[in-house]
């Protein structure tokens, strides 16, 4: 399945790092894997992990090799990277509007980072298998009931009974399948004239358009327009221009399930590497990322870009070690370091993590993930993010890479394109405490809406041309 337009041309002298010594796609399971369901039938899951195993692969080699060559640009400070989408997807959102929805929002905030930045925008996508969440308790409790947590579709159910929350394996085998929908709409979108910049002003939802972010978006899509006819008047034939109408939007989650990464593992004889086939890009989250762990084992030998979660109990030694044992041959676009510390704290923790990871010798796309380090249950009673906390670390994290001269190489959203009021602020019908009930529907940690997106990436836009220009 080709999702990508164009995809990078693969030369046969292209080399790759081999994997660790002793690696295989099972290696993982002679360490400890943290954060994975208790299946009430293992043989079930062996049945659909070896179902899976027989299944074509979601993504192809050549666009994952496409995407770390991008990344390794990032690094270089020759582009940014935006990585965004769903908190945890649900199998009944992989819909021609669910999707539709995502991607337009996401190709609005790149188009808005790249007009205010003047540098080409890495598109990647939590999107098409991103069904799965870590949990900080394995059970939740409820009128003194105690049942397993929801760790999303690809585990268990959310309704809170026991046959709902019972880990069921055969939902391995239903997420495979729902990304590969989810992909399928994707490619149609991406190569069939929804991305075509002619496009920029369908992009903006009318419930965003009466926001200053809103009305701010459709004079940058005026300006763009009109540089679009300014070429055709000079003689430039723009509709032979594949970037003009077409896009490359990468795909990502987080590599949570061993069982379910390892059947989708394939090994590309033409290249003589193993790669991650569920995704292009494949993280290791902040509760995974043990160095004698199981995630850490089977992604140190997939040639995919790998990235990991950065939170505040990350000491410059384990980042450095993290980094020698996923990256040892210090490959540029290898590593997507995304640090999720929390405003207020980003300017004192990320520092050292910077000098000890450039110290290393180390070239990795430094991204933030303002989302996770800000969240708090309000006090009625949701998991909420305000929006000016979020904006606040996306500033002292570019002031931590002024500081230590690095480049701020990108960030990593929860958003959707849906009206939702999950996180607060906003100065388009600004959400407060009282109104988080109105819309509320994540199935996991609070999202940022279509408006609260654009406004988040103009002014981020803001900060990266500032820095640019020092």
């Known amino acids: 399945m080709t999702l990508l337009p164009t995809p990078p041309v693969i030369t046969p002298q292209e080399s790759l790092a081999p994997p660790p010594r002793g690696w295989t796609p099972t290696s993982w399971h002679d360490h400890p894997a943290a954060q994975q369901p208790d299946y009430p039938d293992p043989r079930a899951l062996h049945r659909v992990t070896e179902t899976l195993a027989l299944q074509p692969p979601l993504v192809l080699p050549g666009e994952i090799l496409g995407l770390r060559r991008e990344l390794a640009g ?6 940014f990277l935006l990585q965004a989408g769903d908190c945890a997807e649900r199998f009944a959102s992989c819909t021609e509007d669910g999707v539709r ?18 540098l080409p925008v890495v598109k990647v996508g939590r999107i098409a298998g991103q069904f799965g969440k870590p949990r900080s308790s394995p059970t939740e409790t409820v009128d003194g009931v105690e049942l397993p947590a929801f760790r999303g579709d690809i585990v268990n159910g959310p309704e809170f009974d026991p046959a709902s929350r019972r880990p069921d394996a055969d939902r391995l085998l239903r997420a495979y399948h729902h990304s590969s929908a989810a992909l399928n709409v994707l490619r149609a979108l991406t190569l069939g004239g929804f991305a075509d910049l002619g496009q920029v002003h369908a992009w903006n939802q009318e419930s965003v358009r009466r926001s200053a972010a809103g009305r701010r978006y459709e004079k940058a899509a005026d300006d763009i327009s009109w540089a679009l006819r300014f070429m055709s008047a000079c003689g430039v034939d723009t509709g032979a221009q594949p970037v003009l109408h077409q896009t490359r939007l990468y795909t990502s989650h987080e590599a949570l399930l061993p069982a379910y990464e390892q059947a989708l593992t394939r090994y ?8 991650g086939t569920s995704a292009h890009l494949l993280w290791i989250g902040d509760r995974t990322r043990q160095l004698d762990g199981a995630h850490v084992e089977l992604l140190s030998g997939v040639a995919n870009p790998l ?9 410059p030694g384990e980042l450095r070690a993290l980094c020698e044992r996923l990256d040892p041959h210090r490959s540029p676009g290898r590593l997507v370091l ?32 303002p989302m996770h380090g800000n969240t708090f249950v309000s006090p ?10 979020i904006t606040a670390e996306i500033g002292e994290f570019f002031a931590a890479h002024a500081q230590e001269g690095t480049h701020p190489g990108g960030l990593h959203l929860e958003l959707t394109g849906d009206d939702v009021t999950e996180c607060l602020g906003g100065e388009l019908d600004e959400i407060v405490d009282a109104r988080l009930g109105t819309r509320y529907e994540t199935a996991c940690d609070p999202r940022l809406n279509a408006a609260q997106s654009l406004e988040l990436a ?13």
């Not at 590309?268 to 790669?275: G, L, Q, S, Y």
């Not at 103009?458 to 020092?470: N, V």
Request: hydrophobic share 45%; aromatic share 6%.
């Open 380 to 389: 009625a009673g949701y998991k909420t993010r305000r929006l000016t906390d």
């Open 268 to 275: 590309d004889e033409h290249r003589r590497a193993w790669f």
């Open 307 to 315: 990235g990991v979660k950065v939170g505040p109990s990350t000491t």
């Open 74 to 79: 990032v690094a270089a400070g020759e582009g």
């Open 338 to 369: 995304i640090t999720r510390l929390g405003a207020g704290r980003s300017g004192d923790l990320l520092p050292p993590l910077l000098r000890a990871v450039r110290e290393a010798g180390h070239l990795p796309v430094w991204a933030c993930d």
């Open 101 to 118: 929805g995502k991607l337009r929002v996401i190709l609005q905030l790149a188009i808005v980072l790249t007009f205010g930045s003047g």
């Open 458 to 470: 103009f002014r981020s836009a803001e900060i990266l041309r500032a820095h640019l220009s020092a």
